[in-house]
């Protein structure tokens, strides 16, 4: 759209933004709650929520009173400092979100926070060597997983369409079948420093853990003194109907990691990352101060705006239930959706308010649009799911996501689920 006789939107990002980003045409300018407009007026429902990062959707008064106060006071400052709300939010994360003991580190984003794991397990295994004395560096995680596209992100995540194309990626990495306790358990050496995994992989296409799976790897890190690590950046804080995604997953109060990772969702759309650490032994100190001054840092990780924005998700997230909110309306979407029976539809999987929906590509192949757009089964549907006014997220090649702020009512689930069979119906 052009306004103003300046060029438009697309042709701004056609000329002078580079193209990692497969785009849908759509150019967002306000929002409210779990409503977008587009610069020509248009209303979506944002079921994508900035993939899983809006979670208290759009202009939530909670993050206006922020902006409009912590501004005026810092917005930001040296972590050669101390700023009090830096401290608070740990001290939140600590204590209302794990409810353990142990320490936090503050960065801008997901991948950051993995990276600050992939450091700790480094130093672990430094500190605690194998028993001839050579530093532990094998660090295992699973296919179809993500954790990030930093080169150590990348090394982590085992999907080959993140890793081609860059040449050699940090080594130390085994990528191992999710889910599959006797792959873990034979695979686990004297080599081995820690398992890194997502509780509920995300753009992997919403595959969650077993409690059998969880289980093996806290019982194979506490055998072999492994670290076990969790990557909560999508299915953490509330995602799933849990502070900590892994607690939705079932019996599984009595596995505690040794570290676990956030952001997406924690900062509400203001970057905010951050890794919580479990105050454990470690050779001959604590697990948290292998991370001594000058072994890691952010510029901009924890400044007092950032702190403002956590601190306030955290309490909104807390004071307005939405936890349970997300709990009760996944139940509500599992079940309309899996009664549909639906010809184009193979599965619908999830936990809370991270639902995939996947869909079946032979079945498609019978659509005449489907085949003429060229397209992966995930990316045509949410185009054609945008078309109706429905913003979703692709994972994969066959799901879409729906990622909705958690702050989304019985109304809007029932216009998605609407919007959803009558695409779907249309197609069929």
């Known amino acids: 759209m052009t306004t103003d006789g300046e060029i438009a939107t697309a042709d701004l990002f056609a000329r002078y933004v580079a193209p990692t980003y497969g785009r849908l045409p759509v150019q967002p300018q306000r929002g409210r709650g779990v409503e977008l407009w587009d610069e020509g007026g248009r209303r979506f429902l944002d079921f994508g ?142 080599r081995s420093v820690a398992i890194l995994l997502e509780p509920v992989q995300g753009e992997g296409g919403i595959h969650l853990a077993t409690g059998e799976f969880l289980s093996a790897a806290a019982a194979v890190c506490r055998e072999r003194d492994l670290l076990l690590l969790f990557d909560e950046i999508q299915c953490g804080v509330g995602r799933c109907g849990e502070m900590c995604g892994w607690h939705a997953i079932g019996d599984t109060r009595g596995i505690v990691p040794d570290a676990i990772s956030w952001a997406k969702g924690l900062g509400g759309g203001f970057p905010l990352g951050a890794f919580w650490i479990k105050d454990r032994p470690a050779g001959e100190g604590r697990l948290p101060d292998l991370l001594g001054p000058g072994s890691h840092g952010s510029t901009y990780g924890g400044s007092p705006l950032a702190s403002a924005v956590g601190l306030a998700v955290l309490d909104t997230v807390r004071r307005e239930g939405l936890c349970e909110n997300a709990a009760a309306l996944g139940r509500t979407v599992l079940e309309a959706a899996r009664g549909w029976g639906h010809p184009l539809l193979s599965e619908v999987r999830g936990l809370g308010l991270m639902i995939g929906f996947e869909y079946d590509e032979a079945a498609l192949a019978e659509v005449p649009e489907f085949v003429r757009s060229g397209r992966p089964a995930s990316l045509f549907m949410v185009d054609a799911f945008a078309a109706a006014g429905l913003l979703t997220v692709p994972a994969g090649a066959r799901v879409v996501r729906w990622l909705p702020p958690l702050v989304a009512g019985e109304g809007d689930v029932a216009e998605a689920l609407e919007i959803t069979r009558n695409v779907l119906d249309g197609l069929a």
């Open 49 to 190: 929520a900035g993939v899983a990062v809006s979670s208290l959707g759009h202009a939530h008064p909670a993050l206006l009173d922020v902006f409009r106060g912590q501004p005026g006071d810092l917005v930001h400052c040296s972590n050669l400092y101390q700023p009090r709300g830096q401290g608070l939010l740990a001290r939140a994360l600590v204590e209302d979100v794990v409810g353990l003991p142990g320490k936090c580190f503050f960065s801008n984003s997901g991948t950051e926070a993995n990276e600050g794991l992939i450091k700790l397990a480094r130093r672990f295994g430094e500190v605690v060597p194998a028993a001839g004395g050579a530093p532990r560096r094998e660090i295992i995680s699973f296919t179809n997983s993500f954790h990030g596209r930093t080169t150590g992100g990348m090394a982590a995540t085992g999907q080959d369409k993140i890793r081609d194309g860059f040449g050699p990626l940090m080594e130390g990495f085994t990528h191992l079948p999710f889910n599959d306790v006797d792959a873990l358990r034979a695979a686990v050496s004297d």
